[in-house]
């Protein structure tokens, strides 16, 4: 986090260091174990660094893209990118480009593979419920992910489970229309192949989940409390929760279930709060409650209040 005026934070080091090494042993017995039940080293090769780069380097453009953001210039908004400006400023970091999604789902988030990629972006609904000061607070809070870095480890850590995904639909696919059909060189039947691939990436994606799950809580925490120590008011963030939290449950479900997809990279989570869904029960996000107790503690450390 060189250069930048956020306050450090080694157990979000820790943990990222972990998820990543974890990852990457992960990655390459996932690479091996496919190899192992039959699967093409053409194909292999093909797809492990074809989404590896895609990943990489559209990360970012395809989160803009799929919120339906654009981004935007001082003359267009210029509130918001004062907002921006004078938090950079504080934080002696390099700004990033700024972008607004047209939705009435209240949100922000940061995306980007490195600092000089990234992309700050906030939706019509948060500009339109939030007061300046808690505006500042939430993109405080999203540019310390940009700072820590977390945003880029997060991006790397979702690779690995999109491809295991991809490869679990495509692998239960062929298993279907290639019916019983035997190899040609007296090994195993295609099908066979399809379904054995289908079970290693079937479990790799659920350990890779369950790691960038444990991070995601982590760095919102961390996020949250950098966030409060570089403007000296969390309770302008604590304010911001609250609020989007109440509205949250006012969004059309239609519009929630297309944000949804994008939760490990939002302020807070885009889930309704009428009835039981998996999205709480696995969320990217810590409960609110104990986002607001941490805050409340570091507003009595820094006596600024409740």
């Avoid at 395809?62 to 339906?68: E, L, R």
């Avoid at 480890?153 to 298993?175: D, E, K, N, P, S």
């Avoid at 949250?248 to 039981?276: H, Q, Y």
Wanted: with cysteine.
């Amino acid at each position: 986090m060189a250069g930048s005026k956020f306050t450090p934070d080694r157990g979000l080091t820790t943990r990222m260091v972990a998820t990543m090494s974890l990852l990457g042993i992960l990655y390459v017995a996932f690479v091996i174990a496919l190899y192992l039940v039959g699967m093409p080293l053409w194909l292999l090769v093909l797809v492990v660094l074809g989404f590896a780069a895609f990943q990489y380097f559209a990360s970012d453009k395809i989160a803009v893209f799929s919120m339906g953001a654009r981004e935007v210039s001082p003359a267009e908004a210029p509130e918001l990118h004062a907002v921006v400006d004078r938090l950079c400023a504080m934080a002696d970091m390099p700004k990033p480009k700024v972008a607004i999604a047209r939705t009435d789902v209240p949100n922000a988030f940061a995306t980007g593979h490195n600092q000089k990629n990234a992309v700050v972006c906030a939706t019509t609904g948060i500009m339109r419920r939030l007061d300046t000061a808690e505006l500042e607070a939430v993109l405080a809070h999203e540019l310390s992910h940009v700072a820590h870095r977390d945003v880029m480890v997060m991006t790397i850590a979702g690779f690995l489970g999109i491809i295991a995904g991809f490869l679990t639909q495509m692998g239960l696919r062929f298993a279907l229309f290639s019916g019983g059909a035997r190899s040609n060189n007296n090994g195993p039947a295609p099908a066979v192949v399809a379904l054995l691939v289908v079970l290693v990436s079937a479990i790799v994606w659920v350990l890779s989940f369950l790691l960038t799950r444990v991070l995601s809580r982590y760095r919102e925490l961390s996020a949250d409390r950098a966030a409060a120590y570089l403007t000296g008011r969390p309770s302008s963030l604590g304010s911001a929760l609250t609020k989007i939290n109440g509205d949250m449950a006012r969004i059309p479900t239609n519009d929630l279930r297309r944000a949804e997809p994008f939760n490990a990279f939002f302020f807070t989570p885009a889930v309704s709060k009428k009835g039981f869904s998996l999205s709480q029960l696995f969320s990217t996000h810590p409960p609110i409650e104990q986002r607001l107790s941490q805050l409340s503690d570091i507003s009595r450390q820094l006596g600024t209040g409740a």
